[in-house]
């Protein structure tokens, strides 16, 4: 079955420090992958995605996160954390030839002063 | 412009009763999804709809739930004989196809007591 793991439920940095968020994928065909950010109280918002091409994605808010096929990893960096980075963060994935997008169960960031 | 919206953002009803719960996507996305995020979980894809069908409904628990879109816009998810594990967060997401990038509304919290 497909699927999204997500190995760390907290992670804790300091804030200027790096960050880097795992995620893994169970797909047989190479599939669309997307890091969401979710703050209390608000919606999921999309960081960025990969559909096919160059494997480094920039996304928003200084996000960046590099697709590995080998590794079947979609890991999500920052070179330097803000306090406002504090929230879930999910990655999900879904087929080339389907619409529902399968989540991991979240990373909870926290970052300190 | 504007984003995904639902109604109500809160809804407490009592086990058994029937609920039902609004989303009004983004002006001109033709696909529509429901997710359940439960709490310490992401969100788990529910019922997809392209324009006024529902294209996979798959994701829907059992015949309590049941979704309708009616002239390919607003969306009403509908729960009858409500339950306690049905408590959860419902998001709402739209897209434009072929792009696939869904957006998600900030979601109803439901509370059965």
């Known amino acids: 079955a497909q699927s999204v793991t997500q190995p760390d439920i907290h992670i804790t940095v300091s804030e200027g420090a790096s960050l880097e968020l795992r995620c893994n994928y169970s797909?047989?065909?190479?599939?669309?992958l997307f890091w969401y950010v979710q703050s209390p109280g608000q919606g999921l918002q999309l960081l960025l995605k990969?559909?096919?091409?160059?494997?480094l994605v920039q996304g928003i808010k200084g996000f960046e996160a590099e697709f590995k096929r080998s590794q079947s990893s979609f890991n999500l960096r920052k070179p330097s954390v803000h306090w406002s980075d504090a929230a879930e963060y999910f990655c999900?994935?879904?087929?080339?030839?389907?619409?529902?997008?399968?989540f991991g169960k979240g990373t909870s960031l926290l970052v300190t002063p | 412009g504007a984003g995904v919206s639902q109604t109500p953002s809160n809804k407490v009803t009592e086990k058994g009763k029937y609920v039902e719960l609004r989303c009004d996507p983004i002006?001109?996305?033709?696909?529509l999804y429901w997710y359940r995020q439960s709490l310490g979980q992401g969100p788990e894809f529910l019922i997809y709809?392209?324009?006024?069908?529902?294209?996979?409904d798959s994701g829907l628990p059992n015949d309590r739930f049941f979704a309708v879109r009616p002239e390919g816009s607003v969306s009403t998810l509908k729960i009858q004989r409500t339950e306690r594990g049905d408590s959860a967060v419902y998001l709402c997401?739209?897209?434009?196809?072929?792009?696939?990038?869904?957006?998600f509304g900030p979601g109803t919290r439901l509370t059965v007591l």
């Open positions: 997401a739209s897209s434009s196809l072929p792009t696939n990038e869904q957006f």
């Open positions: 797909y047989g065909a190479t599939p669309y």
């Open positions: 990969y559909f096919s091409g160059d494997t």
């Open positions: 999900a994935s879904n087929s080339n030839s389907g619409y529902a997008l399968n």
């Open positions: 002006s001109g996305h033709t696909a």
């Open positions: 709809f392209q324009g006024t069908g529902a294209a996979d």
